[in-house]
């Protein structure tokens, strides 16, 4: 049977998930997430971030769920800034400039920014004579996990927030694998430091044991204010708004959104392991749930024999990167298969 | 126990539906639509609609849908007519003019727009010298069954297909209770007809038995070119796009969409006899699984004793205006128990 | 020779705006509206308005100057408040949508609002369980004068300003005519009052005497802020800014704006007189430098042998509507030319 | 008497422009363009690019054309590739993402972009996956010449050229200084050339001798149908369009516009030649009437004493980059005041 590391949405949703689902599929509730559901899941949400005065609002999908904050917090002459390998800025079809605000771009390093050169790049901007003539930086994006895999330390978020609070912009983290990034190996943020030290952020449901959904968490709301019309403005507002909010209660009621992370992880640790003492080199070193190597050829195509995995970048001429994911879904005997595969590359090619 | 005429949205999926969801939730599938049940499900509805030729999307919300298709349609410097009732004109928080069209409007005939009227609209438009000062008419919205329950016949639904086709603009039809007009007593247009005679329209999930979907289906293809990429940048593409094709399979694969419809629209018929045969009229007279009155606010009072229904309308000093939606999840006994808290109000008020 | 009453934008500027432009020409300034000819036009424009505390932008042009103000006023999730006749909502090809904002319409009464109708939108749009699925009225937009030429009086601008204040959201009124309603026959509102009653206004220049230009009055600056980089945004910034202030200073240092005005308004009220005591009534009753009349069309045939004017609407059958404009470029001599036309088309025909 | 060479929009209208305005300014035209000073500009515009199917628009400014023509060229799910120095990319203030686009940086070099870069962005684009997820490269911007006063070689745009229409994206020219790029000392593209290569470009009058004005010259008019109306919403549509008509036919019609582009470069090597003979050298080799020298601060500080110019970025340390520029209105006599202040700077500092 094929394993699959392609990516933590390929299977459904984690089965307790999908069985409260059931259990409630037959009561009636109000619409647009005004139910009882949602408020409880509001509530265990605004608990696990230790943030009781957050507002929390449940959006479908993570694309939509940045378009629809970013447009929010921005004046309309304000961008965004962001790692140039930010998903906003390159895997999001042009979302944010489709609303009317640039993305202004800050050196990724291995997909995080530095509060230095975040500082900088405004300290520059206004010392141009003509700034005004230029996109003001309006906000700063970063996600927590990184699209590389990588985190955030505590101590680098919170020198992130210091230079955007007094530069008075708002920090929103895109936490699109949150739980992901909770559960790193090598983290020291938990998410009541993220609800400290950010104005907004959302912690991914899609990605983590649910078949969909991502909660905004908005510590700040002065700054997002008449955020309900909006979200119905770009789409992102589901009639049966329960369905978010029974979810992410069986996410947040037991602590499964925390157990889900950390066994994913701890399957992903397993893999880079396997790896690493073989002799392979993670081309980004990943204490998260993705995991990148650059392979060769041949070790490639045998391993495609019998798992399935991303291609990250096109295949190259002798060696390719490739991405290997675990989630919910992934289990000891999946990781097992992949190293039984890894030990039995044939030797000639 | 409560009984619910509040929406069509107001409980889960048809356990049908929800049954396959349950069933193929830990099958792994790429993302984004590209699986084999969204595929099926797209030659289901092909077979449906008797086009062969058609594309078929799958987005996940109306609004999101509506601004999505429209956005696609139309050049920058047209609009989209659209009756004054439209829900694109009144309901989706300015998501059309958030794309930056104009919402051209038409007079609302209890929802419909007069092929009559089309026509004039754009024969008045470009007898006007200073037309390209103004917003051109670049396609026409329409509903079918309209937010006030009513359905086009096909000679009305040729008509205005005619009108848009002489024009050279596209006719697009919203089908978010599209389940519901197929089965409406007094019309006469079976799907294949609107394939024939609209270029773009959708079938609503969301309303007719699925947690949530909407199914675009572009008859004439070569007017949506890039759609892609656009339902991408409107935070409309799934993760878990398998979702979207497991539920709409489920719905066409044994006509259990058009089984939905049916008894919905036999049981708000029900509905609709007994209050006129108690007295009251129907300020719309609707075919389909809406149905509205206007009723004393004793009436109304009694009613919601038990019941629950929608204000259409602020609450009047003497009579209400109320609306009552039947769905897959309504019974013959819901009707019952409502015709019996009618036949109780007290007398004295 | 032929006479002219197309429009009050049909010649140049007026010989003292020219020639102040001529005597500037060769001097160097700094660009983009910071030079002293800019400073002091702007200076000027707050004398005549009575109110030193204001901010004064220069733009180029009308559709320019509502498009930026509107889109700088709206939060994303409102609409503008309009007259269903207003400029920005027929003839602007679309720019406010454009910006992502719904035109909200309101009845037009001869081209203007009442106070009592704006207030009755807003208050059954916020008694509506359904408005935060609605575009909220944001802003109102008025013109003076109107588009047909009818001015408010102060009473009625009061009244409106009052609705608007007591619902939190700004007066905007469009004067790209202004200077034909300060000097309007029956109006008795004064540049003064304006500034007291409206946030934000705009006197226009193109129409009154400049080459191009319009100046922004911002009596309420929190409202606007950060507006150069929206006007640079919009390509409403005009590189050799002090272009607009040479202009608007050549029209407010000696009331050259205001004598402009007046000129205009007496040419156009000799105009109507003489269609009405020649047994034409005009269709709306203009105060101001536009007339409207509904003439046969034999006597419009035999006017347009020697004049050239506007059909307002389509030629009809046997009448049709026409508009004369008087401009600073209107002589004494071209309303004798008119008149000695009028009374000479021949009786049979 | 100080000197001027902050940039070449400080003075007015070159006089013969400023003559033909006053003779011109007493007669009555319709307005939006459809004169017929604008069409004979029109007409020696296309005689000037050989180019007898081109179609001609007269813009009032820069920033203004780019958004209009770049939403007229691209559909919603494409952006713009430009150089990462490209005036849309830094001075636009969001201009071109406030119409919905992004805009898709390449290299820079020295302002021009690399034929070989084009292709390649393009290749892996198409190479990527995901490229449907990211926003397609839909066509080219470049400056000529660039915003560092360099520019391109007839093989080099023949290469660009080719590219794009090789990827069937169009080749759009920003020509705002496009004068002096056809006089530069080391260029060898005529304005045919650049007719023959590109889709859309526009010939600068701002900062070439109008008061105001780019002329938009479309040879491939099916890329930009219903641009009228586009103009409109864009508020780039002048009131008295025959302003820009009579400008430009004073400019082109006994080829005024590249006289005023040969004088002031041929002054603009003068200033270069003088500095370079002090031991200066430019950082950037400039062959139009832009010049860029790193200075020594009491360099810069003696010319200010005589001189007006720019800094070119915030001052150094120790040095600065500053800017000068010639226009139509810089005379020799200015160089020699320019050079004497140059030989007269202190030794001592």
Redesign the interface.
């Known amino acids: 049977m094929?394993i699959?590391f392609?990516?933590d949405?390929?299977?459904?949703?984690h089965?307790q998930v999908?069985a409260r689902?059931?259990e409630?599929?037959?009561?009636?509730?109000?619409?647009y997430g005004c139910d009882s559901f949602t408020d409880r899941a509001k509530e265990l949400i605004r608990q696990a971030c230790g943030c009781p005065t957050a507002e929390v609002h449940l959006l479908?999908?993570?694309?939509?769920?940045n378009?629809?904050v970013i447009?929010?917090l921005l004046?309309?002459?304000q961008?965004v800034l962001a790692a140039e390998s930010g998903h906003i800025n390159?895997?999001?079809?042009?979302?944010i400039?489709?609303?009317?605000?640039?993305?202004l771009t800050l050196p990724s390093h291995d997909g995080k920014v530095l509060a230095t050169e975040v500082e900088e790049y405004i300290r520059?901007f206004y010392?141009?004579?003509?700034y005004?003539?230029?996109?003001?930086p309006g906000m700063l994006y970063i996600s927590q996990p990184t699209e590389l895999g990588t985190v955030y330390t505590r101590a680098e978020l919170e020198a992130i927030s210091e230079v955007c609070h007094a530069a008075h912009i708002p920090l929103y983290i895109d936490g699109a694998r949150m739980g992901y990034g909770l559960a790193a190996t090598e983290g020291d943020l938990a998410l009541a430091d993220i609800a400290r030290l950010a104005d907004v952020f959302y912690i991914g449901g899609?990605?983590v044991g649910a078949?969909?959904g991502e909660a905004v968490v908005v510590t700040n709301p002065a700054l997002l204010r008449?955020f309900?019309?909006?979200i119905?403005?770009?789409?992102?507002?589901?009639?049966?708004g329960r369905?978010l909010g029974v979810q992410f209660e069986a996410l947040f009621a037991d602590g499964l959104y925390f157990q889900i992370g950390c066994q994913a992880v701890r399957l992903a640790q397993r893999l880079k392991k396997a790896f690493v003492e073989r002799g392979y080199t993670p081309f980004v070193n990943s204490p998260t749930n993705q995991q990148f190597f650059r392979l060769p050829n041949n070790v490639v195509d045998h391993l495609l024999t019998g798992a399935?995995f991303e291609?990250w970048?096109?295949r190259g001429l002798t060696h390719s990167d490739v991405r290997f994911v675990t989630s919910w879904?992934t289990t000891d005997s999946d990781i097992d298969q992949l190293v039984a595969l890894l030990d039995s590359v044939p030797q000639n090619k």
Do not use: C, I, W
Not at 9 to 13: E, K, Q, S, V
Not at 60 to 65: D, E
Not at 127 to 130: C, I, R, V
């Open positions: 094929k699959y392609d990516s949405y390929t299977a459904g949703a089965p999908l689902l059931a409630t599929n037959l009561l009636h509730t109000v619409g479908v999908g993570g694309t939509q769920t378009a629809t447009d929010g004046a309309r002459h961008g390159v895997h999001e079809a042009g979302a400039e489709a609303t009317g605000h640039k993305v520059n010392a141009d004579d003509t005004q003539h230029m996109v003001a899609t990605k078949l969909f008449n309900f019309p909006l119905k403005q770009h789409g992102a507002l589901l009639a049966k369905l399935s291609f970048g096109p879904a």
